[in-house]
């Protein structure tokens, strides 16, 4: 079974604090996805990797950067929290090639106060 | 720009009562078109994924179809465990890359008894 999992189910972060949230998939899968979901605006994608090192923009990556130094392991960095970006943060990888199917991890809850 | 929408927004069901799921779709080229059920406070967790238009797939008490502009959730005989948000992705060719999706706002589906 692929599995993927999250460092936090919640956090609560002040802002302007440095927030780290992490990846770790266990399927060798070369691309990683971060995603925030939030009501009536569904999932929108922030930022995702297709390789180590690598990474593109999503939709939405203004106030947001990641990392990927291994390839089991995508970062997402809330430089500076804001109250906008309390959200659920979901991540999700997926093989390479075709069309594959994305798995997500449980997700992280997020408040910025 | 992809687009999915899904309706309705909200069902409400009585246990044994048959209905559909609707999402539609708006892409360049279908690549992919995914199903995934969440639970509250959960990631999404994936169920089907069609290609092409006549595809049909079946899971249980589930059955997805798909046709050129749209794809449809069939629910038979629910119970009160099928109560969840049932989301809709679909992939496009031009700007699925690294296995992109764009994911609709999702049916939240409640089985009473």
């Known amino acids: 079974d692929v599995k993927v999992t999250q460092s936090s189910r919640y956090l609560v972060k002040r802002t302007g604090e440095k927030v780290f949230l992490e990846c770790v998939q266990d399927?060798?899968?070369?691309?990683m996805f971060w995603y925030r979901q939030d009501p009536g605006l569904g999932l929108r994608l922030i930022y995702f990797s297709y390789d180590v090192k690598m990474k593109e923009k999503g939709d939405i990556p203004e106030g947001y950067s990641v990392s990927r130094e291994k390839k089991e392991r995508f970062s997402l960095i809330l430089e500076s929290a804001s109250t906008n970006q309390t959200s659920m943060y979901l991540c999700?990888?997926?093989?390479?090639?075709?069309?594959?199917?994305?798995?997500f991890g449980p997700g992280t809850r997020l408040l910025v106060l | 720009e992809d687009q999915v929408t899904q309706s309705p927004e909200a069902l409400r069901l009585q246990e044994g009562e048959s209905s559909s799921l609707n999402c539609s779709y708006t892409?360049?080229?279908?690549?992919?078109l995914f199903w995934y059920r969440q639970d509250p406070g959960k990631g999404p967790e994936f169920l089907f994924t069609?290609?092409?238009a006549g595809e049909e797939k079946e899971k249980e008490r589930l059955k997805a179809t798909l046709t050129k502009k749209e794809s449809f959730l069939h629910i038979t005989a629910p119970k009160p465990e099928d109560s969840a948000t049932y989301l809709c992705?679909?992939?496009?060719?031009?700007?699925?890359?690294?296995?992109?999706?764009?994911f609709g706002t999702g049916t939240q589906l409640k089985v009473e008894l």
């Open positions: 999700a990888s997926s093989s390479t090639g075709g069309v594959k199917t994305q798995y």
């Open positions: 069609l290609y092409s």
């Open positions: 892409v360049s080229g279908l690549r992919g």
């Open positions: 992705a679909v992939q496009d060719w031009v700007t699925g890359g690294g296995n992109k999706l764009t």
């Open positions: 399927m060798d899968h070369e691309n």
